[in-house]
């Protein structure tokens, strides 16, 4: 089992490429822990830029 | 004679050790090969070529501080104790795991699969939670438990969790291995673990794009239980959480206390932050269903998928964890 998975190990520049992903997504945490407040803040502003980006696309592709 | 470097054992605390030596103490080629050999401290190898080696071995890595590197280099008393590579050797260990000899020879400590080849990682020395838990009255467990979910810790490649995440590992990767050979069949295959115990509770396998995993929920809410699911993606699916594995989080999140979702050499680890309130997880579902419709009729593409996500790991909403590795 160990040895299938061994056999499909990643070159070392996509493994460097995988940890460096790793890397810039726990970068991109918060710093602080947020309140529930701030996180229901967070998920309706999510919504909104979301729905909106849905309009854009859907107005985009309507046009052409 | 005392030598700089038995001089400075007494000093080890306030002396700055950027490298680190490995001494070997029993004759496994590959264990003897390594003997005395002197890397930085935050040379990438010693992120997968740390002892214990094997069963039984008892090797040592020892700091060493930059004086006592300069004595060596410089082929003073410590010199015949101490290996240095040049930094064409040291590259060459570093990005193709090939070490030069000093009789010439070249040899492999890369490979994971051959006959006397590196296979300890640190993180197997860990104790099954279940085998934990046994040993505790459960008032002490609990508290044992608690304590542990509040502890945080940062694994050797960075990754960070609380000790917990750690304790669960065994029963995560007993899991993976199994999800994967399913990968590699071009099957999605869940498990789930119990959030609580480490033990595992159920395991299903379906198709090429999904699994079916709401009996087992449905079963762990009524024996009131949180798990761990844990699911693999095939080869040719998404390489990142998708919007339905996020909703089964979210509108499950009772149940739910954590998603692993396993793609090739990657393991993700998401979590809805624990503050999120009701009403926002209600809305935050409704927003998913809507990503996952969009992505089943290829309205989104995965690059505006991963936009998102990053999003929502952003701005505090979801905790995500990448391990890269087996």
């Known amino acids: ?24 997504f726990r970068s991109l945490r918060p710093k602080r ?30 046009k052409s | 004679m005392q030598t700089l470097r038995s001089m400075c054992s007494k000093y080890r605390g306030k002396i700055r050790q950027p490298w680190r030596q490995w001494n070997a103490t029993e004759f496994q080629p590959i264990a003897a090969a390594l003997d005395g050999l002197i890397l930085p401290a935050d040379s990438p190898f010693w992120k997968d070529h740390f002892p214990p080696w094997d069963w039984g071995c008892r090797c040592q890595v020892v700091p060493i501080t930059a004086e006592e590197y300069k004595e060596i280099a410089q082929g003073g008393p410590g010199a015949a104790q101490g290996r240095v590579l040049s930094d064409v050797e040291r590259r060459e260990l570093e990005r193709n795991g090939r070490l030069a000899l000093p009789n010439g020879q070249v040899i492999n400590v890369s490979a994971r699969q051959d006959e006397g080849a590196l296979r300890w990682d640190p993180r197997d020395l860990r104790i099954p939670l279940e085998d934990l838990r046994r040993a505790y009255d459960p008032e002490v467990w609990q508290r044992f438990a608690e304590d542990m979910r509040g502890a945080r810790v940062t694994l050797a490649d960075g990754e960070r969790g609380t000790a917990w995440d750690w304790l669960l590992d065994p029963a995560r990767d007993d899991a993976r291995r199994q999800i994967m050979a399913q990968a590699r069949r071009d099957k999605e295959m869940a498990v789930a673990i119990d959030w609580d115990t480490g033990e595992r509770i159920a395991a299903r396998v379906g198709t ?46 009772d149940v739910v206390a954590q998603l692993g979702v396993h793609v090739g050499w990657v393991r993700h680890t998401v979590r809805l932050t624990e503050e999120v309130s009701r009403k926002g997880s209600e809305r935050l579902a409704e927003r998913l269903f809507a990503n996952a419709l969009a992505m089943r009729d290829g309205k989104m593409s995965t690059a505006d998928w991963e936009a998102r996500f990053r999003g929502y790991v952003q701005r505090g909403v979801f905790h995500y964890e990448q391990r890269v590795g087996r």
């Open chain 1, 1 to 24: 089992m160990n040895n299938e998975l061994d056999a499909e190990r990643p070159s070392p520049e996509e493994l460097e490429r995988l940890k460096r992903r790793a890397e810039y």
């Open chain 2, 208 to 253: 090429a794009n999904s699994v079916s995993v709401a009996d087992i929920i449905q079963d762990a809410r009524k024996a009131g239980r949180r798990i761990s699911l844990e699911h693999g993606h095939t080869p040719e699916g998404s390489d990142l959480p998708s919007p339905q594995d996020l909703m089964r989080l979210v509108s499950d999140s």
């Open chain 1, 33 to 62: 822990n947020l309140t529930t407040e701030e996180l229901d803040k967070a998920i309706d502003e999510i919504i909104k830029e979301e729905a909106e980006r849905d309009r854009m696309m859907e107005g985009g592709s309507a």
